[in-house]
T-cell receptor
Framework: ELKVEQNPLFLSMQEGKNYTIYCNYSTTSDRLYWYRQDPGKSLESLFVLLSNGAVKQEGRLMASLDTKARLSTLHITAAVHDLSATYFCAVEDDKIIFGKGTRLHILP | KAGVTQTPRYLIKTRGQQVTLSCSPISGHRSVSWYQQTPGQGLQFLFEYFSETQRNKGNFPGRFSGRQFSNSRSEMNVSTLELGDSALYLC??????????????FGSGTQLSVL
């Protein structure tokens, strides 16, 4: 059964700092998603990563995928308060399974 | 293009009752997935319907069921409600994940409280 683990689950960081969220998964998959959820809101798609070595960037967020290590990272560069949210990775085998999410709080 | 619509937005029920939640996917999307979100367990996959057929099912008891209609709208039913069923139920639609770079589009969810 596919398992998806994120770490850390909680992260409090200062504005302007860099940090990385990690997503490990247990079975072979070549499709991985990152989503963002703001409090009381639904999930918003950030990235879809489709192959080994895939890297995508949007503003201060960059996601990468290493299918051999079964690892994806979401890197935050020079964090700003607006990036405070919960970030989920999700992996697809025959269904899409989500990690527990990383609650990110960025302090001004 | 309208997004994924879930109704009702909030629901309060008592133990033992049953509830039906509705999801209208994005026009043209044929796949609807349902997830249960709780603070402790996170997002858990319930089931997926594609062209009126259940394509996948998660590890939930038989009290949780669903269906999809010919217009791709989907309903989820929970019978004999328990306190632990209190959660945000999210519906997500896609064209079926047959295309590359495809993703799920989520509705705003139905917040179910069981008293």
């Amino acid at each position: 059964e596919l398992k998806v683990e994120q770490n850390p689950l909680f992260l409090s960081m200062q504005e302007g700092k860099n940090y990385t969220i990690y997503c490990n998964y247990s079975t072979t998959s070549d499709r991985l998603y990152w989503y963002r959820q703001d409090p009381g809101k639904s999930l918003e798609s950030l990235f879809v990563l489709l192959s080994n070595g895939a890297v995508k960037q949007e503003g201060r967020l960059m996601a990468s995928l290493d299918t051999k290590a079964r690892l994806s990272t979401l890197h935050i560069t020079a964090a700003v308060h607006d990036l405070s949210a919960t970030y989920f990775c999700a992996v697809e085998d025959d269904k899409i399974i989500f990690g527990k999410g990383t609650r990110l709080h960025i302090l001004p | 293009k309208a997004g994924v619509t879930q109704t009702p937005r909030y629901l309060i029920k008592t133990r033992g009752q049953q509830v039906t939640l509705s999801c209208s996917p994005i026009s043209g999307h044929r796949s609807v997935s349902w997830y249960q979100q709780t603070p402790g367990q996170g997002l858990q996959f319930l089931f997926e319907y594609f062209s009126e057929t259940q394509r996948n099912k998660g590890n939930f008891p038989g009290r949780f069921s669903g269906r999809q209609f010919s217009n791709s709208r989907s309903e989820m039913n929970v019978s004999t409600l328990e306190l632990g069923d209190s959660a945000l139920y999210l519906c997500a639609s896609s064209s079926g994940r047959t295309a590359t770079n495809e993703k799920l589009f989520f509705g705003s969810g139905t917040q179910l409280s069981v008293l």
